[in-house]
């Protein structure tokens, strides 16, 4: 199923409300000095991955409601991303996980991406789950082994998702290491550590010279005791460890209660060392709920210092930027929708932060200042921004009420019928 | 010092630019079926009562940074509630904490009070510093005290905080309560229960028939292993072993780390239990900073349930509203002014939530639904309605740039000196 | 497979060494006044359920990696269940779940409990999967939905669960919810606890007369916004709506970060209201590691509580004790030996305490030497203790030496194969 | 007040239980293969250095309670110490703290050490408190200060520290800063790092060639919504910055909830930058319990780092230990008594673990091994052993008890007075 320029353009109707939205609004930005133009074009331009994953329902430990219509292959999952990115214009990006979405025939999985306008962003590998046929288990870690053999399968798994993305366009590789420990005592730490420095190194060296690799850390889950990476820190000194075009990887879910992850951002940025991005939002632990549904003033604030970097610390990569949520009870397309919306709102009001004004309330100890500032952007309603950046591209003025009105979801279920399985968690 | 309605008109100026936000707003509310004046009536009509202690600088354990002009005794802290409430007309009402603010005077203070339109809110006791002349020490607990006579003199100090809280209009007397303890096996948990809600119906009992009590909860500080009522099932538990009018209260910062504080809200006002309120921010613990400036959309949330609570749960009584925030680095009466103004938006969010279709939403597990129709209300940027509500009564269209440009400090640092000290924390 | 006394005895060789450790430690109790036999005897009367479901390899959202030799049918399990009851003298009952261990043929099953010298406890009722041939599907919410069918059929399930228990043996029922949101504005929380109350109250009016109800309360997970029953306030509350037979039940990782556990159990106790106990530890959540493997400290001090509870309040029934762990890493019945270990070890220490001596330093605020009293107990190496209670029960010296020098797993192995695969989690 | 050996002996009274028990645990331990001796010699060797300002009543922001005969002056604070050193044997050292203990006869107070046998570890710097005569204030900041002007000052203040730690025989700085900020967008987290490290560089620049420079780390407190130096990985980053003798210092109530400490030592030790540590315990937050009294397992594992850290990673420092706590409802000697006491109970299990088989366990992935290997260290009752090395060298059987006996606190009352007041929080 594809959306055409011409369904939306017609589920969105009579323009006449958003356009005396957008005068409005941009009227009043303008007096205050805002540059409209400049900064929806920034919007149109945002664009973010959609992980091949988050396309299937989700499930806990405890269960999994399947969701009707799922993608049951990797061709359905491009089509997807390209019913999202027509609607919201702002998905432009896909991210496939190995060996969940190893693909068949390349050559008709790229016409697809070509046709939706959707390029490959990083891609993920695998060593938190046994594949069938695999040799050795990771029951007790990959790259992260006491095992030589062990390691080595991990990282030939690696180095062979490499070449399938090289296949594809991609130019980074995400590392997520579930290794780790459930209980004291069961591993050296020291030992681990070594070892996934060295696992690392073996994996970049092999890299094609244009590619990056992004480490991601996370303090537990699966293991509950310890993992391996576990910290902002660690990943960074792993990345230093194996050079200029290692990067950490920062998944908002991936943190202990209370911390400040906009000071992590900000300081990684400051070292040219933040390559990627994982979207979602929490309450607990690593909940992966829709994007801005529990904490949207933080992730504002974590928009601000990536604004902030974006503009100042070139010696950053091209931030590779995904959603990573999983939805046990929403319509999957819809629960994206969601997290596009709610990401390019924090984008848009972090660019409307007054930075100068900002800057000198800093100097002069202002503190009161510096909240009205930031209040002041994160106050003001965005959306007629985002709707017009949207429909600047052709994408539908309201997203989700285009998704319903056009009935995506039923022609899925009607396409694919009701009882498909999307390879994932 | 105090401001007149002259000055505040003329620190308004030219109200062209309210008029048309406002009748943007208003016209796209109507439309969409909200009754607009009623709505900024019911935000006008809401007010927070501002505690005595907050009107100084606060500190930490770490030290003190001491502000200029605070005010040095009991009826210039008056004054500078009054003149929040010129400002920002919804800080109506007081919040005294015995002994710090023991009147001398009691007819003076009620006259600067009627001046300034402002009520006596719920009164404070304090049992958890030793006070000058006190028989007996708190340092091992109060009314959770092994010893009868220190039970009996804490128990007698909050009778006498209700006395002085009759003669000044009060209605309430809250308590809260330090006691606890900082290592395993110190106290007996069970006798530690006990005594307090022993010496809970004792306070209750000797209640005039008029008044309530409202006993608040903390889960740790400055007891650093337990404290005696460490939850709101403590609280609620004590206040059902006290009588009818004996309530929970809620203080936003008194809870362990991910706590869905607003399911507890929801909880007490379905069962008839919740008295009071205390307002700050946090992202740690019991931060005291300002309203809304780490957690803006929990704010929101928690209003949800407090404005669905004032309307079907008219077993509660009127809720004893405070802020509860302390400022170490900002001029406390501008971290006044930004912690009201977090909270009229977030009231006036809570508002234009479009609960009948919100209901049909939760009916129809239409998740996605039900999410978007709190964040239609959220997104808005309701800015023009809270200065509709203030202007209505005589206050400034903006408060902060009101104190600014009247230059409030300045004035009190003429009058009182740069020096003095305000009692409290 | 069963394990015979002549097996064990031959397993635990000589005992020397063992007379020599105990007479040492129990010399060295009595003169400080320890009356050690009778000390041996509580720790040979306490006995702990193991659920069926913990015999199986237990797993993560990320995946399962099984174990060898796993119990293929509840007759299995039971075989299980008597291999850990004859080492360690202390699993003396068991906890079913349904539907996964529905019985096929009583006779046959209970014949295997009485063979192993097993009781059936508290069962456990399952609303949080979707059942092969259910009508309704429990995705949003089971007790709580707000669909009266839906309700209904929970409601049913449980007492169907009741008649299977009756038929057992079992004395009180176990309710779990995983009922809740995970966002906000889902539903309505006042009228989620109105309909869990109901539900609750229904099941508890059809419940035998010589029964109880436990009502298991949890912060989070699967849900990560709210869960309907959140908190021991909670429970405590629903408990008591529904009668005097209605009691909490505590799971040592259902609670959120930091929360003072200890204090909880003795908060139930002095009300009459602590009905059931699962024990298991944890470092982030709810991460069902082995119990006494990260806080041992901690259990201390909960079985501090439960002690006095169970000498000072007999308004309490008595517990249904049950371990609630799952091991993706161990043998699961190693896993659970160690377990059973742990919590003897921790209630010998408790019952080490001065509690005179205890009493008195409280009294007279030697913080001090409260500390130094519990401590005292803690430091004290019981081991020669907990293997004089299950010697003279005719256990095993080691439980886990035994294990692995009978070669159990091998023989399991080679009963039932590499591959069978347990029911549960 | 100075304790003499005969004091202490005659204390010690009778040394036969001590005996029985000593000899019954080292034949125990030698049969498994352990060199008690040299265990022993390693206890009595293990010094940790006493802060000059625990020797007072600590407090909190609610207040604080005074305890009588606290020492009014260094000389008084360094006799305070020399009672503790005489009694544990332990506490041969002293961490003092600039300004509040600056020397004013240093002669004096080095006959002072040199009688007790006590030596100066590392020397503390305060720039999170203005000074009297200070020409600036620290209120926003110190080394991470907007102001070149402030950040000279506290540069200067630190190079002023150091001046007076060579006098006294110091060979570290330990740096803590408070600089952060209380609310979002009061700094630009980059332009405040970038001026940490600059400040941080300045000081290692200026000191002397055989000095090193302890970066210490906490996440919140006294600001609360960041800290310039929040986590280990920031501290490593700034030591990195600085050179090879500039070292990350861990005080174990500096972390988010949750963090698994011991990981964080390993991960220093292996990279050689571990330089210091402060002891202490806490269940919430920066609590300052005494050492082991909330959670003594987390405690030994730690141990079990840093043991396995000084004999693998020769390329740390000698560490600066020292214990951090605070002493609100404690007599403060007897606190710190207890503190020592439980470093040392912890260090004996950690020399305790039979390294070489858990190596062999951790290779064969048995976890269950790995972690009854550790509860063997754990469990086992080592009291014996620390008598045996308090006792080589002179010191008390039981130091509480002598303590006690011996009534200090009484003596010092005496000598000093009830009413004085230690310099410090």
């Excluded at 939306?8 to 930005?29: M, P, Q, R, T, V």
């Excluded at 537990?220 to 050079?243: H, K, Q, R």
């Excluded at 943190?255 to 390559?275: R, S, W, Y």
């Excluded at 309201?398 to 399985?421: C, D, F, Q, W």
Aim: proline share 4%; charged share 20%; with cysteine.
């Amino acid at each position: 199923m594809q959306l055409t320029k011409d369904q939306i353009a017609s589920a969105n109707g009579n323009l006449n409300d958003h356009e005396a939205d957008f005068n409005y609004l941009a009227n009043k930005l303008s007096r205050s000095g805002t540059d409209v133009e400049s900064l929806v074009k920034s919007l149109a331009d945002f664009q973010v991955a959609v992980p091949s994953w988050a396309l299937g329902a989700g499930g806990t430990r405890f269960g999994r409601f399947s969701f009707h219509g799922e993608p049951g292959n990797l061709e359905q999952k491009m089509d997807d991303v390209g019913i999202l990115h027509a609607l919201t214009q702002t998905a432009g990006a896909v991210s496939l996980h190995i060996p969940w979405d190893t693909p068949q025939d390349y050559a008709a999985v790229k016409q697809i991406a070509n046709r939706n306008g959707i390029v490959f962003d990083a891609i993920n590998s695998n060593t938190f789950q046994d594949q069938p046929g695999s040799k050795y288990s990771y029951k007790h870690g990959s790259l992260a082994n006491t095992d030589e053999a062990i390691r080595a399968q991990a990282v030939q798994h690696n180095q062979e998702v490499v070449r399938i993305g090289e296949k594809l366009g991609s130019k980074s590789l995400t590392i997520w290491l579930a290794d780790g420990t459930s209980f004291p005592g069961q591993r050296s730490f020291q030992k681990a550590l070594a070892q996934t420095e060295k696992s690392c190194q073996e994996i970049y060296t092999a890299l094609p010279e244009d590619w990056s690799l992004l480490i991601e850390y996370k303090p537990y889950e699966p293991n509950f005791y310890s993992t391996v990476i576990m910290d902002w820190g660690t990943s960074f000194m792993l990345a230093n460890a194996c050079g200029d075009r290692a990067y950490t990887l920062v998944d908002l879910g991936h943190h202990l209660p209370n911390t400040n992850i906009e000071q992590i951002v900000a300081t990684l940025m400051a070292k040219g060392k933040l390559g990627g991005f994982h979207f979602n939002d929490s309450k607990y632990g690593d909940d992966d709920l829709t994007v801005g549904s529990i904490k949207p003033y933080a992730l504002f604030l974590i928009f601000n210092e990536l604004v902030y970097g974006m503009r100042h610390n070139p010696e950053n990569p091209n931030l590779a930027w995904m959603i990573d949520a999983s939805h046990n009870i929403k319509d999957p397309l819809e629960d994206l929708i969601q997290s596009l919306e709610a990401i390019q709102e924090a984008y848009a009001k972090a660019l409307l932060i007054d930075q100068i004004a900002l800057s000198e309330a800093q100097l002069n100890h202002d503190v009161v200042k510096c909240q009205e500032i930031l209040q002041e952007a994160y106050r003001t309603d965005v959306r007629p921004l985002l709707q017009r950046a949207r429909l600047s591209r052709g994408g539908a003025l309201s997203p989700l009420a285009a998704y319903r009105s056009l009935k995506v979801r039923e022609n899925l279920i009607r396409e694919r019928g009701m009882h498909t399985v999307a390879t994932g968690l």
